[in-house]
């Protein structure tokens, strides 16, 4: 096998990973989401925020900060096939 076929099918394996997260967020009702990876696990999360988050208007106090609701939770496991 050739050097430049094994990085062809890392870009097409990059490109199929794009392309089930986009489907994935395709299917969410409108909104704004944040997505983070597990850093212990190989999985990623993805979280349905309020619309004005990370919008910086006033200083919010820690205690409200931490209060804060999550909608919607979609965990995204990296075990899938893409």
Do not use: H, W
């Not at 094994?6 to 097409?12: L, Y």
């Not at 990973?17 to 489907?23: E, G, H, R, S, Y």
């Not at 006033?58 to 979609?74: F, G, H, I």
């Amino acid at each position: 096998m050739k050097l430049d076929d094994s990085n062809n099918n890392n870009n097409q394996k990059k490109r199929g990973i794009v392309k089930a997260l986009t489907d994935v967020c395709l299917k969410l009702p409108e909104g704004k989401y944040l997505l983070l990876k597990d850093p212990n696990r190989a999985q990623m999360r993805l979280y349905q925020i309020p619309n004005n988050a990370f919008e910086v208007d006033e200083v919010v106090p820690e205690d409200e900060v931490a209060s804060a609701n999550v909608k919607r939770e979609t965990v995204l496991e990296d075990d899938e096939d893409f």
